[in-house]
T-cell receptor, first 114, second 110 residues
């Protein structure tokens, strides 16, 4: 199984809503990532978890709150988002950082904030 | 700071060869990956260079020169399905940090 599964595929939320994005992998990877991608732009790194601990936060606003409940799951909790936060949110995982760090990406959650 | 430069667009003919260059200035450089992304799809891994030199994977090859802070992706025998965006993505500091260049949009003409 070389899949990273993200749910939901699409999400529309209001600026006062609270929602969560979910990501799951069963490849035994120890690193998991959240990226944000706007149309015709590259993926922009948000968070990295290594061995279930937050290792990198790229100065992301606190209205985005990541969580790693176990080695297979990664969540992104959303609260009080702005319309400019509308984007494709990609989850990825990789085995380790000591060599060929191939990252496997999920298909993403397309988020619209209204 | 960090900077990554790659051409924004490249056009080539089906069956031809194309090279996409990437120059980088980053701290804690560990290696260079390349990813492909089709419209509406997720990025998929193509190649990784941890050492200087050429890595070959089927129709795709990638090259790295650490001394020149430069790498390239070479695509041979181009097919229409190769029309996509290609990103160079340095791995930084062995901390699982993977950042993406701005991407090169590859257009294939029949």
């Amino acid at each position: 199984d070389t899949e990273v599964t993200q749910t939901p595929k699409h999400l529309v939320m209001g600026m006062t809503n609270k929602k969560s994005l979910k990501c799951e992998q069963h490849m035994g990877h120890r690193a998991m990532y959240w990226y944000k991608q706007k149309a015709k732009k590259p993926p922009e790194l948000m968070f990295v978890y290594s061995y279930e601990k937050l290792s990198i936060n790229e100065s992301v606003p606190s209205r985005f709150s990541p969580e790693c409940p176990n080695s297979s799951l990664l969540n992104l909790h959303l609260h009080a988002l702005q319309p400019e936060d509308s984007a494709l949110y990609l989850c990825a995982s990789s085995q380790d950082g000591t060599g060929n760090t191939e990252a496997f990406f999920g298909q993403g959650t397309r988020l619209t904030v209204v | 700071g960090q900077s990554l430069e790659q051409p924004s667009e490249v056009t080539a003919v089906e069956g031809a060869i194309v090279q996409i260059n990437c120059t980088y200035q980053t701290s804690g450089f560990y290696g260079l990956s390349w990813y492909q992304q089709h419209d509406g799809g997720a990025p998929t891994f193509l190649s990784y260079n941890g050492l200087d030199g050429l890595e070959e994977t089927g129709r795709f090859s990638s090259f790295l020169s650490r001394s020149d802070s430069y790498g390239y992706l070479l695509l041979q025998e181009l097919q229409m399905k190769d029309s996509a965006s290609y990103f160079c993505a340095p791995n930084l500091n062995r901390d699982d940090k993977i950042i993406f260049g701005k991407g090169t949009r590859l257009h294939i003409l029949p």
